[in-house]
């Protein structure tokens, strides 16, 4: 069948012959599609319909919906007792009006794939076109799973148990300050872990004009914000990244009334486990010392939190020993700087060895555009590296693991 004039040149040229025109057109019209009906965490429904289908048509071992609105698919391998290995592709969308002008943009109002889910959810589509082609040692999962971003759907899929006795697990995120063909394999640190943090001082009440009455909670906040920054600037190995932010503060109402408490809200990102754990240890020490300074009690809750993502030696090398051999080693970079962004992959590399990897998503010419802008998208090129290269990983790992036993 030949190849829509649309759609030609759009595979860059050393994963050409791994796509046939008519995969090119449906993976391209799949990831259109997808961008024009963004949904919501948690709400993805026609979204999860629609990749269901395509997945069905592959004519797996089985497709079965998991955690709600996400989606899992087994393909077969060719000796269905050998290790199974799953691939991730995330679906949902954000709460953001589309400012890209394309002519496949949003038509749910308000909402946005702005983070690129849409060519995810594409990439592992055509990976799992890929491996039905040609399977893997062992059956691979093709796990599409709702809400990443609101840190859901991970801890989700895992509850579900539908990765259980699962032995490798890969997934990628497309990435604009990168061009289309280019990739980041790396070991080591990817993403930041992510703590969300309240902190609420109590003190007492008392008039504007008289505090030595009362014990100001205000005060407290004010010299504890201003302590914290220290954790980072002070405690924290200077080569290691980390983040302390206090994002929302609130406490009162009215100028002359001291009040009795005060709130902040947080977040902290580190990018190992051992500093997140310092990190949250310094922060309890600061928050009790400042609070009993000041005479204040002091309550510290951690709230939502992800885990960091450091990607291990041997699974790295089968995403990067693939790259290598299909795109060639000039294509792959290097990460400038630790993402301090949180990516709830990192649920999945609690239970399951893997390794997550970054995609370029920048047409030649185009701007360096962030990830969560109404401007934002991925090239459609993307989708080909992405899904070329979990696939690739998948069999790599699998006939390593299947030959280990
Ligand atoms: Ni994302």
């Known amino acids: 069948m030949p190849r829509r004039r649309e759609t030609l040149g759009v595979v860059p040229p050393p994963l050409v012959d791994l796509f046939p025109a008519p995969l090119v057109d449906r993976l391209l019209d799949l990831r259109r599609h ?106 691979v999962l093709i796990v599409l799973q709702p809400a990443e971003e609101i840190a859901w759907g991970a801890q989700a899929i895992l509850a579900s148990g539908a990765l259980d006795g699962v032995t490798a697990i890969f997934g990628a995120h497309v990435d604009r300050r990168f061009t289309v063909g280019e990739v980041v394999v790396e070991e080591g640190p990817m993403n930041a872990a992510s703590d969300g943090f309240r902190i609420t001082l109590r003190g007492e009440g008392a ?61 902290l990102r580190a990018t190992t486990a051992r500093s997140r754990e310092q990190l949250r240890d310094w922060l309890r020490e600061m928050v009790h010392a400042v609070a009993a300074v000041h ?74 555009i962030s990830a969560h802008s109404p401007h934002f998208f991925a090239a459609d090129g993307a989708i080909f590296v992405g899904a070329a290269l979990l696939a690739a990983a998948a069999r790599r790992a699998s006939a390593d693991l299947a030959s280990a036993l």
């Not at 990244?241 to 408490?261: D, F, K, M, R």
């Not at 370029?360 to 010419?365: I, K, V």
């Open 34 to 139: 997808l961008h024009q009906y963004p949904e919501l965490s948690r709400q993805e429904e026609a979204t999860a319909d629609r990749l269901a289908q395509e997945l069905e048509r592959l004519e797996p071992v089985a497709v079965e919906r998991a955690a709600g609105t996400g989606v899992v698919a087994r393909i077969a391998g060719r000796d269905r007792g050998a290790p199974v290995v799953a691939l991730r592709g995330d679906i949902d969308a954000l709460p953001i009006d589309e400012a890209t002008g394309l002519d496949y943009t949003s038509l749910n109002a308000g909402v946005m794939h702005a983070c690129g889910h849409d060519v995810h959810a594409t990439w592992a589509v055509g990976a799992a076109a890929l491996l039905s082609a040609q399977p893997a040692a062992g059956d």
């Open 295 to 368: 005479r204040l009690d002091a309550e510290l809750e951690f709230l939502d939190h992800t885990p960091p993502i450091v990607n291990p030696p041997r699974e790295t090398q089968w995403v990067r020993q693939p790259a290598l051999e299909l795109l060639g080693g000039q294509r792959l970079c290097t990460l400038p700087e630790v993402n301090m962004g949180g990516e709830d992959f990192a649920y999945y590399l609690e239970k399951i060895p893997g390794c997550f990897f970054r995609v370029g998503a920048r047409e030649s010419g185009g701007a360096v």
């Open 207 to 267: 008039h504007g004009a008289r505090p030595h009455e009362g014990t100001d909670p205000v005060i407290g906040a004010a010299a504890l914000i201003m302590q914290l920054q220290t954790l980072v600037s002070r405690r924290l190995e200077p080569g290691t990244p980390g983040v302390l932010t206090i994002g929302h503060v609130q406490a009162g109402v009215a100028g002359n009334v001291i009040p009795e408490s005060a709130r902040l809200l947080g977040t």
